[in-house]
């Protein structure tokens, strides 16, 4: 049980500094969302499917290594900025004048379920104000199931992607501050997914 707090606080931490770093074109810099409370919903049995990541090519950009479960490669559109120093992953670019973010973090944890993980990852996500959260249908990524949970708000979209792996809460994310879904985001999201490799 310890672990798992520690785990939690974590993954907050982790969060709430990836939610904190923002970009010099991000004209929403400084202001907080107008919503201030989250709402989220989790599937009790989501199923695994991968019907929602569209089949591209893996993105072939500079190498990021998150920790000791995965490495992924950043989309070859856009400058990209790369912090993944410290068991995290904090990148971002401005592709089609939409400043775009990909985070993730591994910590280690006695999770020992993916469903329990995705809801300790919801719980997570309530306490960063601004957004409503739902948890979609589980994908496949290199073999290994994992949750989705999908974020909106009046700015953002939000889509994180997250697993057990070798004893840590493994979860890799995606932040466009737009606020509608540009026509890139769906095939820029499932290239990054497609270079995953697992350690």
């Known amino acids: 049980m310890r672990s798992r707090v520690i785990a ?21 810099a400084g202001h907080s969302p107008g919503p201030t409370g989250t709402t989220s919903t989790a599937t009790s049995a989501a199923t695994s499917t991968t ?33 993944d120093s410290g068991g995290s992953i904090f990148a971002t670019a401005t592709v089609d004048g939409v ?21 300790l990852a919801l719980d997570v996500l309530d306490d960063q104000p601004g957004m409503t959260y739902r948890r979609g249908d589980d994908i496949t990524v290199a073999g290994k199931v994992c949750w989705v949970i999908d974020g909106e708000s009046a700015g953002k979209r939000f889509k994180e992607v997250g ?37």
Request: net charge negative.
């Open 51 to 83: 019907s929602d990541v569209p089949v591209v090519d893996p993105a072939s950009g500079e190498q990021a290594v998150l920790g000791e479960s995965l490495s992924l490669r950043l989309p070859s559109q856009g400058d990209w900025y790369l912090d």
């Open 163 to 199: 697993t057990l792996h070798n004893g840590r809460i493994v979860h890799f994310d995606f932040t466009i501050r737009a606020p509608d879904e540009p026509a890139f985001a769906k095939d820029l999201i499932a290239s990054v997914i497609a270079s995953v490799e697992w350690m």
């Open 8 to 28: 939690a606080l974590l993954f907050v931490v982790i969060v709430g500094a990836a939610g904190g770093c923002t970009s010099d074109d991000d004209p929403d």
């Open 99 to 119: 400043t775009v973010d990909i985070g993730g973090s591994d910590v280690l944890s006695d999770v020992d379920a993916l469903d329990e993980g995705a809801s």
